[in-house]
């Protein structure tokens, strides 16, 4: 396992503009917490299938710690989670939800202070049948997601770091944001006027 410690830092646009389209998620996607927290961390897929929310709740006893869960659902009209269900999460040392789907208990949330980003909150929650599955690939907010993927979540949105990309992403996304720090806004500016200038006159 790598040791994300020295990227912790990096935001979701540091990954994206190390990466080509198709990573980022749907951008309804978004914190329930405000100010939005941000998270690192492997992902641990679920789909929630035909109502049924048992899948996602016995990802909080299953996945590893420091991991986030990852959920597909098949429609907004059901909570795939509660309070209680983000209190053992947090207690098992899961780093956050991100969820194509609602959940509810806001005001718990808050309480917990649980990082949680989905589409919103719905009163009413799902059932359990033995309907979805776990450590499956899965798409969320448009982008598929597998279970070792890495996620990074924060008020700029929600992005996917293939597996095998991992090391190389991050180690890019570091260099990048380094120059870009060592660069004043004048240098900025200046250069970006021109470029700017030449394409609005070609």
């Not at 040791?3 to 830092?9: C, E, G, K, T």
């Not at 359990?128 to 798409?139: A, L, T, W, Y």
Request: proline share 4%.
């Amino acid at each position: 396992v790598m040791n994300l410690a020295p990227y912790q830092h990096l935001l979701a646009t540091d990954i994206s503009d190390a990466q080509g389209a198709g990573f980022a998620m749907d951008i309804g996607i978004k914190s329930l917490l405000s100010p939005a927290p941000a998270i690192m961390g492997v992902a641990f897929t679920v789909r929630c299938s035909n109502r049924s929310n048992t899948f996602m709740h016995d990802a909080i006893y299953s996945a590893p710690k420091g991991s986030i869960i990852v959920v597909e659902t098949d429609n907004n009209d059901y909570a795939v989670a509660g309070g209680n269900v983000c209190a053992v999460a947090q207690q098992n040392g899961i780093a956050g939800f991100v969820i194509d789907g609602v959940i509810r208990d806001l005001g718990e949330l808050r309480n917990l202070n649980f990082p949680v980003f989905a589409r919103g909150v719905f009163p009413k929650p799902g059932g359990k049948s033995n309907d979805g599955e776990s450590q499956v690939s899965i798409n969320c907010g448009g982008v598929t997601v597998n279970t070792g993927d890495l996620i990074v979540a924060d008020e700029e949105g929600i992005v996917v770091i293939p597996q095998n990309e991992i090391e190389a992403t991050l180690a890019s996304a570091l260099s990048k944001q380094q120059k870009a720090e060592a660069k004043s806004l004048a240098d900025w500016r200046a250069n970006h006027e021109k470029t700017i200038r030449e394409i609005v006159n070609s």
